[in-house]
């Protein structure tokens, strides 16, 4: 849902009105705010959802421990997102970077004390995402608001809480929109990935028929494929590569 941002920061951006950016940002922190707290039964209630759904009880009841642990990562994430967009739309790649790179550094260091040092196991694992994802979060929220966009950030401002109605919409566009273009590049590289099983396939079957053709001949001539059904599968497979 956040990439609605992209559409109104470089509208804004374009039309040179650069305080309607911090605007929409604010706007875009409401909204995913409020799904974040209306997704919270789903990690609340994730064992109980495992285990209707099959799944070993010894395994839903960790994957509903980590699941508590990782709601910090939750919240986090609808305030990066907007804050990526932001800049993005600004051409501030490299504070992105920068930040990234911290936030890599302090994942490694956390990493190594939670699960390896301390033996925090499963919990360790939730635990350190939950640091690397807020440092990168505070580290861009830091960068945005004390004086690295001194145009497009004006500070808080009570005009973000007008039109979340409009924006509600406009995200969940959006995310229908992103959900749907994944889903079709998930499709056709699973198509992909059937076109080539299915040629390999074809060729080994193909391979063991014409051995066994071979060790029959008495004649010691070449042998050739007899068996053609295969090379249309071959040619589908190859043109794939055209995509």
């Given at each position: ?41 789903l ?35 609808a ?24 936030a890599?550094?302090v ?52 005009e ?51 051995v ?32």
């Amino acid at each position: 849902m956040a990439s609605a941002l992209e559409t109104l920061c470089g509208q804004a951006f374009g039309a040179k009105k650069y305080y309607m950016l911090g605007i929409y940002m604010q706007r875009s922190w409401i909204v995913l705010f409020i799904c974040c707290i209306l997704l919270l039964p789903l990690y609340f209630f994730a064992s109980p959802v495992l285990k209707l759904l099959g799944q070993p009880d010894e395994l839903a009841e960790l994957s509903g421990t980590m699941t508590i642990w990782m709601l910090p990562v939750h919240f986090a994430f609808a305030f990066q997102f907007p804050l990526q967009r932001f800049l993005q739309c600004q051409l501030k790649t490299a504070p992105i970077a920068w930040v990234s790179l911290l936030a890599l550094l302090v994942h490694v260091f956390v990493s190594w004390l939670f699960v390896f040092k301390l033996e925090f196991g499963a919990i360790g694992a939730a635990a350190t995402i939950n640091f690397s994802w807020w440092v990168l979060t505070l580290g861009l929220f830091g960068y945005s608001v004390l004086g690295g966009c001194p145009h497009t950030w004006t500070g808080f401002s009570v005009e973000a809480f007008s039109g979340l109605w409009d924006f509600v919409k406009l995200s969940a566009a959006a995310g229908v929109m992103l959900w749907y273009s994944l889903s079709q590049l998930l499709f056709l590289l699973m198509f992909v990935y059937l076109i080539k099983l299915w040629d390999f396939l074809t060729l080994f079957l193909q391979r063991g028929e014409l051995v066994l053709q071979n060790s029959d001949s008495d004649d010691g001539e070449p042998w050739e494929c007899r068996d053609c059904c295969g090379c249309p599968i071959h040619m589908v497979s190859h043109c794939t590569f055209l995509f």
